[in-house]
């Protein structure tokens, strides 16, 4: 790559809002061009995942990351609707603001998981395991879990 280009990418990845939406459109460019293939529906979107991340890392610059950045994209790799990345992220935002040490009576993590083994978990477990509730409690839609959320009251 030459240095205009590389100047390129860092303009186009200069926050992580932007970073995230470029990663929403290659993924879902991705998607769109593998359609046709005869991919069993799995193997697609690990395919999507795989080279939806691999392109954001790679175009990411260092020093604009952050870890908030790092579990942002780990979710949006287990969440491949942007939509359904965006309600997760609003429940986090909501539940606690991106840390993973917080605390709220008996509820721990990122999620507020009523589980004491979640506030000796690294975060990218604690999403995994949200992840893993989820799917079981909302049917794996997080705009459900923030509908419920909001229906409930609950900050």
């Known amino acids: ?19 995230l939406n470029v990663a929403s459109y290659l993924t879902s460019l991705l998607a769109s061009s593998l359609a046709g293939e005869p991919l069993r529906r799995i193997a ?17 610059p260092a020093k604009a990351t952050t870890t908030t950045d790092h579990l942002k994209l780990y979710l949006h790799s287990k969440i491949i609707d942007f939509k359904r990345f965006e309600c997760a992220n609003e429940i986090v935002r909501r539940e606690s603001r991106w840390n993973p040490s917080a605390v709220n009576g008996n509820h721990f993590g990122l999620f507020q998981m009523k589980n004491k083994k979640v506030r000796y978990m690294n975060p ?32």
Do not use: E
């Not at 979107?45 to 175009?59: D, K, P, Q, S, T």
């Open 124 to 155: 990218y477990t604690q999403i995994d395991w949200w992840l893993r509730y989820s799917t079981t409690r909302y049917k794996g839609d997080a705009c459900l879990a923030l509908a419920h959320l909001k229906a409930k009251g609950w900050q």
């Open 1 to 19: 790559m030459n240095k205009l280009s590389t100047g390129f990418i860092h303009r186009l990845c200069a926050t992580p809002k932007i970073t």
């Open 44 to 60: 697609r979107r690990r395919c999507v995942v795989l080279v939806g991340v691999l392109c954001v890392m790679g175009i990411t």
